[in-house]
């Protein structure tokens, strides 16, 4: 006898890339920063500590927070809600606006996780195929009937590729529901889809601090949409869903800029190194603007992965339908890329 509603005994639930335990790997399979973050995170942190504040529960809504994200992008803070990272996000706004006969659409390839939040509220999904060039137009789009929410992820997961702010828009006009942008690798992208939130009331943008700022074991994300979805947007979020900590060190993250220059151009530098070799090797590699790169119709994937498993590199194995198996390689340091280049060289 099962106690659990009958769709969530039938979903498999999403796996997160492998985060191993007791043994040491070069870790390349869920693109984190391997650079430190910020010392002033730390240093915004530390009085919450000493002072005993954590007693204490946190802003609700993150205000300073806000006021601070709001001031970087040239938005009004009540244009802005904060998550338990980007995947708290999505969560909200997948329970916000699907559900039972309000299908969730994405494009595919895409991130696994917006199949997994449809089959938690129950909420049919559908996908669009990206063509060879990983751009969508609006005829793509034609043959979707009554979607309720449509996920982007730009720049994608797991290609890296992204479309420019005026494909994009062209996406949101053919839409009749909310266009949910998923900017999780947009501090490594040229460009960003944040202006579209001004001129186009259906275009949500979703961004994390756990990439380009190197705060992935923090959790915190935010999102960007007209005032009127981030109030009904603040009906559905958890109380309390960001703590004391983890506002005060996304304050201090984003208010360095410097910081985020210099780390974004190391990761760039070393991008372009990790996705000339690869494609030395004979796979398809589309250019990335993301802190990782996707790799196809080479070596075969499954194989390649075991290898460099042996050897303590981990990679992402990735596998969609329709599609052979890929790899996607995060951004490490120089001396991790190095390590890497040696171990495929050798494999392949």
């Known amino acids: 006898m099962s106690y659990f509603l009958p769709h969530i005994d039938?979903?498999?639930?999403?796996?997160?890339?492998?985060?191993?335990?007791?043994?040491?790997?070069?870790?390349?399979?869920?693109?984190?920063?391997?650079?430190?973050?910020?010392?002033?995170?730390?240093?915004?942190?530390?009085?919450?500590?000493?002072?005993?504040?954590?007693?204490?529960?946190?802003?609700?809504?993150?205000?300073?927070?806000?006021e601070t994200a709001a001031k970087l992008h040239g938005v009004h803070p009540d244009q802005i809600m904060t998550g338990n990272g980007s995947d708290d996000i999505l969560t909200i706004l997948t329970r916000a606006f699907a559900g039972p006969g309000r299908p969730v659409a994405s494009a595919q390839p895409g991130y696994i996780l917006y199949e997994?939040?449809?089959?938690?509220?129950?909420?049919?999904?559908?996908?669009?195929?990206?063509?060879?060039?990983?751009?969508?137009?609006?005829?793509?789009?034609?043959?979707?009937?009554?979607?309720?929410?449509?996920?982007?992820?730009?720049?994608?997961?797991?290609?890296?590729?992204?479309?420019?702010?005026?494909?994009?828009?062209?996406?949101?006009?053919?839409?009749?529901?909310?266009?949910?942008?998923?900017?999780?690798?947009?501090?490594?992208?040229?460009?960003?889809?944040?202006?579209?939130?001004?001129?186009?009331?259906?275009?949500?943008?979703?961004?994390?601090?756990?990439?380009?700022?190197?705060?992935?074991?923090?959790?915190?994300?935010?999102?960007?949409?007209?005032?009127?979805?981030?109030?009904?947007?603040?009906?559905?979020?958890?109380?309390?869903?960001?703590?004391m900590l983890s506002l005060a060190g996304g304050i201090a993250a984003l208010e360095d800029q410097a910081w985020l220059r210099d780390t974004r151009a190391r990761i760039l530098a070393t991008r372009e190194r990790l996705a000339t070799f690869v494609a030395e090797l004979g796979y398809l590699v589309p250019p990335s603007q993301a802190n990782f790169v996707w790799c196809e119709g080479g070596p075969p994937a499954e194989e390649v992965y075991k290898a460099l498993r042996e050897r303590d590199i981990l990679v992402r194995l990735m596998r969609y339908p329709g599609r052979e198996p890929a790899l996607r390689i995060t951004v490490g340091t120089d001396e991790q890329i190095d390590f890497l280049e040696t171990a495929l060289r050798e494999i392949v």
């Open 116 to 243: 997994t939040l449809a089959q938690i509220q129950n909420a049919p999904f559908r996908s669009v195929e990206y063509p060879v060039n990983w751009t969508l137009e609006p005829e793509h789009l034609r043959d979707l009937e009554n979607p309720a929410m449509f996920y982007l992820a730009n720049p994608n997961s797991p290609s890296g590729t992204a479309m420019a702010p005026d494909q994009v828009a062209k996406l949101a006009e053919a839409l009749p529901c909310p266009l949910v942008v998923d900017e999780a690798y947009a501090d490594f992208a040229d460009t960003n889809c944040i202006e579209l939130v001004k001129t186009h009331p259906n275009v949500i943008v979703s961004r994390t601090l756990s990439k380009g700022y190197a705060l992935a074991g923090l959790r915190l994300g935010y999102c960007i949409a007209s005032a009127e979805i981030i109030a009904g947007l603040n009906k559905v979020k958890d109380s309390y869903n960001c703590d």
């Open 10 to 66: 039938a979903m498999s639930g999403y796996v997160p890339g492998e985060q191993p335990r007791g043994r040491t790997f070069v870790k390349l399979n869920t693109n984190e920063n391997p650079y430190a973050p910020s010392h002033r995170v730390a240093e915004a942190m530390m009085p919450i500590l000493l002072e005993g504040r954590l007693r204490l529960y946190p802003d609700p809504v993150g205000t300073r927070f806000c």
